[in-house]
């Protein structure tokens, strides 16, 4: 057998049993969201609107503190322990690995003093392209401290 | 940063372009900082050498964000109901980016009134790096 063929052959392998990881959670992440964090991600993302840097801004809006731009919670992911845990649960590499989409359904605005707790598992895994590209989905959901559901997100992972 | 007003939304409509300015070094080690990611991908050059790559690239996320703003630039960030992306192709520093937003479809769900919007982020060479859609409450 080529070596190309038993790289692909492996790689199969190695999907089937990863599928068994499908519907697996991971512990909760809770994280507190703060004012100089909210102005750094904001800064960093180009926003312009003072409601993102400006506490006063904020409030004279009727919001408590600082708004958290659309894709803050992003950040609430990578605060993880091991951030790359799925990766090594699922055996691979994190140099072959891509972020093919990612969406949001919102609930509530985030704001800086909110503390968000994220629920993570994995929703789904498939491959296309006869198995030479193989996808994992992750699906979360956001609350904040009085337990009330902010927002919800899909992230796909593309192994290639 | 309201110039163009979404009550008189129709289908087919443009909302302003955002044009920025070419991705550099500097936007991927300060969004790194910023969002938690450190994926040396994205801020490593001798990583990404030695896994084959030319160059750093830009995060997705970084890109979704960008984008986003042509969404806050024109609506309450409250009205935002929905924001959906998929990479396309990989961003490269260097890549002047613009991104757009049209509304493809005003209806009313609830009682309440929604734009639904196709995204885009493309850049100088017309290059597709982002699409995507996005709901909006707009009554």
């Not at chain 1, 004012?35 to 993302?45: D, E, I, W």
């Not at chain 2, 409250?78 to 049209?102: M, R």
Request: proline residues 3%; glycine residues 4%; charged residues 25%.
């Amino acid at each position: 057998m080529k070596w190309s063929k038993l790289k692909n052959f492996l790689a199969q392998c190695n999907l089937m049993l990863n599928r068994s990881l499908i519907n697996k959670s991971y512990p909760p992440i809770i994280f507190d969201v703060e004012k100089q964090r909210v102005k750094f991600f904001s800064k960093a993302t180009g926003q312009t609107d003072p409601v993102y840097f400006d506490e006063d801004v904020a409030k004279e809006k009727g919001f408590p503190s600082l708004l958290a731009p659309l894709t803050f919670l992003t950040t609430v992911s990578h605060e993880k322990k091991n951030p790359y845990q799925y990766l090594h649960d699922l055996s691979i590499d994190m140099k072959n690995i891509l972020h093919a989409s990612q969406s949001y359904k919102y609930h509530h605005l985030v704001f800086a003093g909110d503390q968000i707790t994220m629920e993570s598992k994995i929703k789904d895994m498939y491959d296309k392209k006869n198995g030479t590209l193989q996808f994992i989905e992750f699906e979360s959901i956001f609350l904040n401290q009085n337990k009330k559901l902010i927002a919800e997100s899909l992230s796909t992972l593309v192994i290639r | 940063m309201n110039i163009w007003n979404y009550k008189s939304a129709s289908i087919g409509e443009f909302l302003p372009e955002l044009k920025l300015e070419p991705v550099s070094r500097t936007n991927l080690a300060l969004y790194a900082g910023a969002s938690g990611d450190h994926n040396p991908l994205h801020i490593d050059t001798d990583y990404v050498n030695e896994i084959g790559l030319p160059d750093v690239i830009a995060h997705g996320m970084l890109i979704m964000g960008y984008l986003g703003r042509v969404l806050t630039n024109n609506f309450s960030q409250g009205q935002i109901l929905e924001y959906h992306v998929q990479f396309s192709s990989i961003t490269n520093i260097g890549d002047k980016l613009t991104c757009s937003a049209k509304v493809v479809k005003i209806f009313t769900n609830d009682k309440k009134k929604n734009l639904e919007l196709e995204l885009s982020v493309k850049n100088q060479d017309d290059d597709l790096k982002l699409k995507g859609h996005s709901l909006v409450k707009i009554l």
